[in-house]
């Protein structure tokens, strides 16, 4: 594991930082990795809600379950859903690995 032993200050006002630390806090990151990150020059992206995570897990059980008993009509419903789910909440993230279409062998 790295160990990071330098330190850099940097003066911002207190709505700077409150927005950093926001922003790290919707990445699921420090505010340490967060600003590392920005430095090196990646913009971290917010982390879907909880919700996205379950409901997509539910409706990938579902597609399972149609796919293996022979309903492709209602698999490739369901199938749609998640793509249209997943280009709402997050449409950087399916531009850049959009892979949705094997979801039976998940």
């Given amino acids: 594991m790295r160990t990071r032993e330098t330190h850099i200050n940097v003066r911002t006002t207190s709505e700077e930082k409150g927005r950093f630390e926001r922003n790290a806090r919707f990445c699921g990151m420090s505010l340490s990795a967060y600003l590392r990150s920005l430095a090196n020059g990646h913009k971290p992206k917010a982390l879907p809600p909880i919700q996205y995570g379950e409901l997509v897990r539910v409706l990938s ?21 998640v793509k249209r789910l997943t280009e709402t909440i997050s449409p ?6 959009g892979n949705n279409e094997n979801l039976a062998d998940s």
């Fill in 92 to 97: 950087e993230r399916t531009a850049a690995n």
């Fill in 61 to 81: 059980d579902s597609y399972n379950l149609f796919y293996y008993r022979n309903n492709p009509d209602a698999a490739d419903n369901i199938l749609y859903l």
